[in-house]
């Protein structure tokens, strides 16, 4: 009786803590720019953020990334 208790909080915990991880890595926001105009987009700042795996967009010469990533962003890329 109590190895089958133990056995089910074990589980009950497991999947609490990978529902939690899967629904909280993924960015939400919408894309802001970060790069672009007058700074140019060096190729290290784009393989700092695959390294990272902070999602990010190239138009017209200008670098987008998620608005609720600009902290991480910060902390990698600078």
Known sequence: ?????ISLLCITG???IMITYFTTRGYSG???QWLGNSNPIQPKYLE???RNDIPYK???NKLYIPE???DKVIMCCS
Do not use: P
């Open 1 to 5: 009786m109590k190895k089958s208790i």
């Open 14 to 16: 497991l999947t609490i």
């Open 30 to 32: 919408e894309y802001v």
């Open 48 to 50: 700092l953020l695959e």
């Open 58 to 60: 190239v138009k017209e």
């Open 68 to 70: 609720d990533a600009v």
